[in-house]
């Protein structure tokens, strides 16, 4: 709570000030309210004297590194006021706004950081700002939302939102159409017309800001062979698999980056299908027979990938046929396929694909190939990096350009990927829904999408979210059922990829943009009655950057998005020199 402790006041007071005198680690100078003793008081309980309540004095909190050869791009963040909050950066950043717009950054309460020390009941039981609150995670089945009565917003159209998944298109369908459901994300490739042909439903389309790819990690033999790799890319026929298991608007990559996004297709197209030359590459890479690998892949539809399980088997087949190498298909659950993947404990090749969560290059390639990017495929490269690290400082499209065209040749080189196509999806919901929603970054937030008469919505979606504490997670189901429950400094508007202040009032830069100062709306609350303030945007940011503190735990520790997007940890432990 952060009234009525008038009794701790004085400890705390002079907890913070020892802290932010002290000498702390070489690189960093932080106040953290992570560092005051922990009391928890219920909410109905007085204080053990009788002195009227009062209002706490508000101790603003911070963290800061001396300089930026750590790595990465956050300099400081701190809580200038009680409604301010600056963020000062290492270098400029013309898409600040849109990364942290994204609920993977949603801001939560400092206290409730604390009292679940980051993981536990944060995992499962949010407490957010949003316009629903979670009552009810039934795992394996449903979860189910309900008003916040504190939202600071308008209201959420319905008393109660349910969320639903299953991983086969047909079993969505169906919900839907025998209207136990009232929307389904990802129709199957087969099911347009259906859907478009059906007087009780109504067809969205969702625009193509996505890719389908199949990995290879350059840490397992043999595709740590560039020759292999670059055999493979030319082996595949990625038109006979767009043609054949992708729905209408879906369309063969040529890059790895749409080419709707600025840049996204600077530089050369991506490989022709060449059996022959691939062959012969192979052979020259020391596999004229071909080799023995594996095909794996999480059995859950995605946007870019409406049937993994069919175009997996026609790799395999594809694989065998062109190139003589024996494939076998390797199927595992969802989280612990991410979990994995992410690890870099994942050989052979893989099949994922990423929506984009705002139409810029940088989300799209620096989150895989940059040089904190993903661990998917292995070591990073260079060439790859520094032209991402450039590009990413500059505003001006026309001035970033070359630097694409030098990171989009580099990876066609190295293929740490094979880029299969920019897949078209669809939302369906019955005729009677009001304010259908659909997002091009999968970020449906349904507190305006309702039927007239019902006072519960009922969406089912491809999979069960991983949990509830997004900053910790990269799943687009995930991120969904976080939208319904946190909010960020911004946020994306209702069906597009432009940003809007939630909330903050506004976010300024300076001019060179490496300061940005937000202003934060007064009187909002959480869900359990903490008043939103300065420090809880300060501290949710902290437990992010901060490989140190105690609050950077979360379901898996990684925090791929932070040090994908920022650049990397703060005080991350350095290895022990080997004698």
């Known amino acids: 709570?952060?009234?009525?402790?008038?009794?701790?006041?004085?400890?705390?007071?002079?907890?913070?000030?020892?802290?932010?005198?002290?000498?702390?680690?070489?690189?960093?100078?932080?106040?953290?309210?992570?560092?005051?003793?922990?009391?928890?008081?219920?909410?109905?309980?007085?204080?053990?004297?009788?002195?009227?309540?009062?209002?706490?004095?508000?101790?603003?909190?911070?963290?800061?590194?001396?300089?930026?050869?750590?790595?990465?791009?956050?300099?400081?963040?701190?809580?200038v006021d009680q409604y301010t909050v600056k963020f000062t950066l290492c270098y400029p950043d013309p898409t600040f706004l849109d990364k942290v717009a994204s609920p993977i950054f949603a801001v939560y309460s400092s206290e409730y950081l604390k009292q679940t020390g980051g993981t536990g009941d944060l995992l499962d039981k949010p407490i957010g700002t949003g316009p629903y609150m979670l009552k009810e995670w039934d795992k394996g089945n449903q979860m189910v939302f309900v008003q916040n009565p504190n939202y600071w917003g308008t209201p959420a159209k319905n008393a109660t939102l349910v969320f639903r998944w299953s991983s086969e298109a047909a079993q969505r369908l169906l919900e839907l159409q025998s209207g136990d459901v009232d929307g389904i994300d990802n129709i199957g490739s087969s099911d347009f017309t259906t859907v478009k042909n059906d007087p009780t439903l109504q067809l969205e389309i969702r625009p193509a800001l996505n890719v389908f790819y199949v990995g290879m990690n350059n840490t397992f033999a043999p595709f740590d062979n560039e020759q292999v790799r670059q055999a493979v890319a030319m082996g595949i026929d990625r038109q006979r698999l767009v043609d054949n298991f992708f729905p209408p608007g879906s369309e063969v990559a040529d890059s790895f980056t749409p080419c709707v996004v600025p840049n996204g297709c600077a530089g050369?197209?991506?490989?022709?299908?060449?059996?022959?030359?691939?062959?012969?590459?192979?052979?020259?890479?020391?596999?004229?027979?071909?080799?023995?690998?594996?095909?794996?892949?999480?059995?859950?539809?995605?946007?870019?990938?409406?049937?993994?399980?069919?175009?997996?088997?026609?790799?395999?087949?594809?694989?065998?046929?062109?190139?003589?190498?024996?494939?076998?298909?390797?199927?595992?659950?969802?989280?612990?396929?991410?979990?994995?993947?992410?690890?870099?404990?994942?050989?052979?090749?893989?099949?994922?694909?990423?929506?984009?969560?705002?139409?810029?290059?940088?989300?799209?390639?620096?989150?895989?190939?940059?040089?904190?990017?993903?661990?998917?495929?292995?070591?990073?490269?260079?060439?790859?990096?520094?032209?991402?690290?450039?590009?990413?400082?500059?505003?001006?499209?026309?001035?970033?350009?070359?630097?694409?065209?030098?990171?989009?040749?580099?990876?066609?080189?190295?293929v740490p990927m094979i880029p299969i196509a920019?897949?078209?999806?669809?939302?369906?919901?019955?005729?009677?829904?009001?304010?259908?929603i659909v997002s091009p970054t999968q970020n449906?937030?349904?507190?305006?999408?309702?039927?007239?008469?019902?006072?519960?919505?009922?969406?089912?979606?491809?999979?069960?979210?991983?949990?509830?504490?997004?900053?910790?997670?990269?799943?687009?189901?995930?991120?969904?059922?976080?939208?319904q429950v946190m909010e960020s400094l911004y946020r994306y508007k209702s069906g597009g990829t432009t940003v809007e202040p939630a909330l903050a009032t506004s976010c300024d830069p300076n001019t060179d943009l490496t300061e940005w100062t937000c202003q934060l709306r007064k009187n909002v609350t959480f869900s359990n009655g903490d008043p939103l303030d300065a420090n809880d945007v300060t501290q949710s940011f902290i437990m992010q950057w901060d490989d140190s503190s105690p609050l950077h735990v979360g379901r898996t520790g990684a925090f791929d998005y932070f040090s994908s997007l920022f650049g990397g940890f703060l005080n991350v432990p350095q290895p022990t020199p080997t004698p």
């Open 268 to 414: 050369n197209p991506w490989y022709t299908f060449d059996p022959v030359k691939a062959k012969a590459l192979l052979a020259a890479a020391g596999y004229p027979n071909g080799f023995d690998t594996t095909i794996t892949y999480r059995d859950v539809v995605r946007p870019y990938l409406p049937q993994p399980g069919v175009v997996a088997q026609d790799l395999q087949a594809q694989l065998k046929k062109n190139l003589n190498i024996n494939a076998k298909i390797v199927v595992m659950e969802s989280g612990t396929y991410l979990d994995s993947l992410y690890a870099s404990k994942i050989g052979g090749l893989h099949l994922l694909g990423w929506t984009g969560d705002y139409p810029d290059v940088t989300n799209f390639l620096d989150f895989h190939f940059g040089v904190s990017g993903s661990a998917q495929f292995g070591k990073h490269f260079q060439d790859i990096t520094d032209a991402l690290t450039a590009g990413a400082k500059l505003a001006d499209d026309a001035a970033r350009e070359p630097f694409y065209v030098t990171a989009n040749n580099a990876i066609l080189q190295h």
């Open 444 to 483: 449906e937030a349904f507190a305006a999408t309702y039927i007239q008469g019902q006072d519960t919505f009922v969406w089912m979606q491809n999979g069960e979210p991983l949990s509830m504490f997004c900053g910790d997670e990269t799943d687009g189901d995930t991120a969904r059922a976080c939208l």
């Open 1 to 79: 709570m952060k009234i009525n402790k008038l009794y701790m006041i004085v400890g705390v007071v002079v907890m913070l000030s020892m802290i932010m005198t002290g000498c702390g680690p070489a690189t960093t100078t932080v106040a953290s309210a992570t560092s005051v003793p922990q009391t928890t008081v219920p909410p109905t309980a007085v204080p053990p004297t009788a002195i009227p309540p009062t209002t706490v004095p508000f101790v603003p909190i911070s963290l800061a590194t001396k300089d930026c050869s750590y790595g990465g791009e956050f300099k400081s963040v701190e809580a």
């Open 422 to 436: 920019h897949s078209g999806s669809g939302v369906a919901y019955k005729a009677t829904v009001q304010n259908p």
